[in-house]
């Protein structure tokens, strides 16, 4: 779930600059050699398996009977589904959700052939490098451009929807069942987002299609996150801290734990505890606008530890390039958040850039913070 993941579809990948290394070495000297130690504002606060039950597990479980009677309950069980979820999304913006319907022997190959993948030689793995601006393969961090700090991860990513829009060439051939299992994995997922839109549509008191059209012809983006074992994870992070971009995000995770969110601007975090076989439900920022600031986009992270290694798969749901970004209904006395319609591109440059420049000035700081500490030790010998 970080920035570059979810670059819209048409533009370059002029952010993804980082160059794979020759040897992936996950040790103490590669640590502080390649720039992945963080400033102490930004090291993890909360331990990786210090579990907090505040993110609520949502049964889907007759979400599809909009019929029914008193008698047999069906009817109120759509209902009270829904004002779970968008309770979630007023809270946090983030929430699990088990019984969807999406069969756990997919998500057990998923998951196999993912760590399968991971597990392979170094120049395997590299044969799907996705420096130099290619649309999908593999990438260690995936840090943006100008961030001096990378991410303790390495992530395998392809694009799945549209499907007029998916290379072959960049889908990893190894594992052997790798395209059929994730071509069948991505169909479900786009099903269940669906689903979840429809939702969170009809809280908004319009048609149950709205939030889906509103993406025009929705992308599809995987993005498979392998985080090492890390000698010293008090210093460093698997994913920095951020918001997804897009509409509404899936996330498969092991039973590691990792995933952190905050809702109080990243004073205080709480470690996301995993559920077998559900999937975490991440509002993005573009759901966050048409929503017109209702529904929260989720802030999270992900940290690593020394133990073991951690996977997650994340699916995101992103608009068209070219769908508008603005809130589907604004309510008698409230006022837009948003000055004007822009584009979801629009939108994701923006962001980019901002993110960017808060970067720099931070780096900035640091070094004049820095060279403020030597100026005494100078003036001895002036």
């Known amino acids: 779930m970080n920035k570059t993941q979810t670059q819209p579809q048409n533009t370059k990948h002029k952010t993804q600059t980082l160059m794979a290394p020759v040897s992936l070495k996950w040790d103490e000297t590669s640590l502080h050699e ?3 130690v963080r400033d102490e504002d930004e090291r993890p606060k909360v331990p990786y398996n210090k579990f907090s039950s505040e993110i609520p597990v949502i049964s889907l479980r007759g979400i599809d009977d909009v019929g029914g009677s008193s008698v047999d309950g069906f009817g109120s069980r759509r209902a009270e589904i829904c004002d779970k979820i968008v309770k979630a999304c007023e809270d946090w913006g983030i929430f699990q959700v088990v019984d969807h319907g999406v069969d756990t022997k997919l998500l057990s190959e998923m998951t196999r052939l993912a760590r399968e993948f991971f597990e392979l030689p170094t120049e395997e793995k590299l044969r799907f490098d996705m420096t130099g601006g290619k649309k999908g393969g593999f990438i260690v961090s995936s840090h943006l451009q100008g961030e001096a700090v990378q991410d303790w991860r390495e992530i ?5 929807y549209p499907i007029k829009a998916r290379d072959y060439s960049r889908w990893p051939d190894t594992p052997k069942e790798w395209r059929a299992v994730t071509e069948k994995y991505s169909e479900e997922l786009m099903g269940l987002a669906c689903k979840l839109l429809e939702v969170l549509s009809e809280a908004m008191g319009l048609e149950k299609e709205a939030l889906t ?8 983006k995987v993005v498979v996150n392998y985080y090492p074992k890390c000698p010293q994870p008090d210093l460093t992070l698997g994913l ?10 899936l996330l498969l995770q092991d039973q590691v734990g990792g995933l952190q969110a905050t809702r109080d601007g990243g004073n205080t975090w709480i470690t996301v505890e995993p559920v077998e076989s559900a999937f975490v439900v991440n509002l993005g ?3 966050h606008y048409l929503s017109n600031g209702r529904f929260k986009n989720a802030d999270h992270q992900a ?30 006395g409230e006022k837009s958040i948003m000055e004007k319609p822009i584009t979801f591109m629009e939108m994701y440059k923006k962001k980019m850039s901002t993110d960017l420049e808060l970067a720099r000035l931070k780096k900035l700081a640091k070094e004049k913070q820095d060279l403020e500490k030597v100026k005494p030790i100078e003036n001895i010998f002036a």
């Not at 059209?213 to 599809?220: G, T, Y």
């Open 34 to 36: 390649n720039r992945f």
């Open 156 to 160: 395998v990513t392809y694009f799945s």
């Open 213 to 220: 059209k509103a993406c025009v012809d929705m992308d599809q």
């Open 240 to 249: 920095k801290r951020h918001t997804d971009p897009g509409t509404i995000t």
């Open 285 to 287: 920022d573009h759901g």
């Open 303 to 332: 940290v690593v530890n020394s133990n073991t290694s951690r996977l997650s798969i994340a699916t995101f749901q992103n608009p068209a390039p070219e769908a508008i970004v603005y809130p589907l209904k604004v309510n008698e």
